[in-house]
């Protein structure tokens, strides 16, 4: 079993950066490969970015690609999201996901272990 545990989040003006990190705990961290979703109120809770156990493929979700960036340390047992140029559309709660399933998987149904979340608000 794997506990996650979100941190960096907070308020930030629109242009602006926050790096997000996950803390893995209490299982195996690199045999699960890892995600970002958020989930904005009354919405459903969206794919943002994934990596892959081994770190050497990652995907983000089009509405990021270009200003997200997911990472992770195996050695640490970390995970990050670098999140630049925010935008007010950008305001979520934020979680990481960990799933020991195989394959590139941007559906949270398919993700097991589940943080807290963070909060992230970019103002205009």
């Known amino acids: 079993q794997v506990q996650l545990a979100e941190s960096g989040g907070g308020l930030v003006q629109a242009g602006g950066s926050l790096r997000l990190s996950c803390v893995a705990s209490?299982?195996?961290?690199?045999?699960?490969?890892m995600g970002w979703f958020r989930q904005a109120p009354g919405q459903e809770r969206k794919f943002v970015a994934l990596?892959?156990?081994?770190?050497?493929?990652?995907g983000h979700a089009d509405s990021v690609k270009g200003r997200f960036t997911i990472s992770r340390d195996n050695a640490k047992n970390m995970v990050y999201l670098q999140m630049n140029s925010l935008k007010p559309e950008d305001t979520a709660v934020y979680y990481c996901?960990?799933?020991?399933?195989?394959?590139?998987?941007?559906?949270?149904?398919?993700?097991?272990?589940w943080g807290q979340g963070t909060q992230v608000t970019v103002s205009s």
């Open positions: 996901a960990g799933t020991t399933r195989l394959g590139v998987i941007r559906s949270p149904n398919e993700y097991e272990y």
């Open positions: 209490g299982g195996t961290f690199s045999n699960c490969a």
């Open positions: 990596i892959t156990r081994s770190g050497y493929i990652t």
